[in-house]
């Protein structure tokens, strides 16, 4: 896989800076030289009265692995939506290459969203499409390629997922390791920016996430892509990320490079790092009296 990826570096810059003449004008592409491409100041989001956020604050440097992590159901998902705009934070900035992502038109969060994309967790291929189709979906939302090219073009990104020779299957006949890889080209389409990826290892054999954690590292390091994980499966994401972020208790409780994190003695991380059952998130879910309810006194 290395050496088909390898293969297609020079194609795929060529491509890319022809795709961006045809898909932006001159004001979509801002100054190159901030070190950081998104950052997160001082967001704080509620659903209800229930608070997700509070006064969570992050970066994340251009062209690198930044990984998110922390235990289910505390948010990073929902963070990945802020930082795409698909839901405004309650106060705080989220900056995408300088511009406020909650205070752009709506038109121009659509141009700025070309720059981004997200590998959802489930894929989210289209089930009536092939997977030659959903990967040439955006080409054919947002560029004028002709044919001839926008068929090169979706066969170079599923060759260097390695699904060249799935292109005419259906989603219901992929495995779910190869819908990720095929979702994983459909993101790469357009040469974004930044990449999302929410939870992108779950579920997978370890042969699967060995590929997963290998495509993102090297459409990181060939590319330049920068790239913010998801996830809580801390060997493959401590493995590839250049800066993490350990969310919980609705803030950013620890973050710094994969080995400043393992020797992070907050219990918080120790806990997540380590996978200990009971801690600071307890095993079990808070309840009333035992004997209370195993009786049915009162019902």
């Known amino acids: 896989m290395q050496v088909r990826f390898c293969k297609n570096v020079v194609i795929v810059a060529q491509e890319r800076a022809m795709l961006a003449r045809q898909v932006f004008s001159k004001d979509d592409f801002m100054s190159q030289t901030q070190a950081n491409l998104v950052e997160v100041r001082g967001i704080r989001f509620s659903r209800g009265d229930r608070v997700i956020f509070d006064d969570i604050s992050l970066s994340v440097p251009r062209g690198k692995i930044t990984a998110i992590m922390g235990p289910s159901g505390i948010g990073k998902t929902t963070l990945l939506r802020l930082i795409g705009g698909q839901i405004p934070p309650d106060r705080g900035e989220i900056l995408f290459d300088g511009e406020n992502v909650p205070q752009m038109t709506r038109s121009r969060l659509y141009t700025v969203r070309k720059r981004m994309s997200m590998l959802f967790q489930s894929g989210a291929l289209f089930t009536d499409l092939n ?84 495509l993102i590292s090297e459409l990181n390091s060939t590319l330049g892509v920068t790239c913010i994980v998801v996830s809580h499966d801390v060997p493959e994401v401590l493995s590839i990320a250049d800066y993490a972020y350990i969310v919980a208790d609705k803030k950013i409780v620890a973050h710094g490079s994969a080995q400043s994190l393992r020797e992070n003695t907050d219990p918080r991380v120790r806990q997540f790092i380590d996978g200990i059952a009971d801690g600071p998130v307890p095993f079990r879910y808070p309840a009333g009296d035992y004997h209370h309810d195993l009786l049915g006194i009162g019902s």
Not at 132 to 149: G, I, K, M, Q, S
Not at 175 to 187: F, P
């Open 131 to 214: 997977v030659f189709d959903n990967v040439a979906y955006p080409l054919r939302e947002h560029t004028h390629l002709p044919p001839a090219l926008l068929h090169t073009t979706v066969m170079m990104k599923l060759e260097a997922v390695g699904l060249r020779g799935a292109a005419k299957l259906m989603p219901s006949e992929l495995s779910g390791g190869m819908a990720r890889r095929a979702a994983l080209a459909r993101a790469i389409a357009l040469e974004p920016d930044l990449i999302m990826f929410d939870e992108p290892f779950v579920g997978q054999d370890p042969i699967t996430m060995g590929v997963l954690v290998k």
